[in-house]
Nanobody, 120 residues
Framework: QLQLVESGGGLVQAGGSLRLSCAAS????????MAWYRQAPGKQRELVAA???????NYADSVKGRFTISRDNAKNTVYLQMNSLKPEDTAVYYC??????????????WGQGTQVTVSP
């Protein structure tokens, strides 16, 4: 129904920046919200940032002021601009989408993840 493909991860030094992209493809009735999660080794997956269809955003306290989530509705793409990166930001970042299917059921979709590594 919906496929999410992340890109933009990589290796960066502390203080640097990366821009993650998540392109959504497929057919659903409506994408209600999209989000970025991350999971570091030995830790639980956590919400990093989210944005709903109206543009309202929500951020984890640990990234507030450093990360910015945005979306291009025309391209069905969500972005995560990450500035002032810290080693503790190192994780696999996953794109997430909550969507209303064609039969009006909500479903959660996940991308495959993209690795972000921040060196000291």
């Amino acid at each position: 129904q919906l496929q999410l493909v992340e890109s933009g991860g990589g290796l960066v030094q502390a203080g640097g920046s990366l821009r993650l992209s998540c392109a959504a493809s497929g057919v659903v009735y409506r994408i209600n919200a999209m989000a970025w999660y991350r999971q570091a080794p030995g830790k639980q997956r956590e919400l990093v940032a989210a944005i709903n269809s109206g543009g309202t955003t929500n951020y984890a306290d640990s990234v507030k002021g450093r990360f910015t989530i945005s979306r291009d509705n025309a391209k069905n793409t969500v972005y995560l601009q990450m500035n002032s990166l810290k080693p503790e930001d190192t994780a696999v970042y996953y794109c997430n989408a909550d969507a209303l299917t064609l039969i009006r059921d909500t479903h959660t979709f996940w991308g495959q993840g993209t690795q972000v590594t921040v060196s000291p």
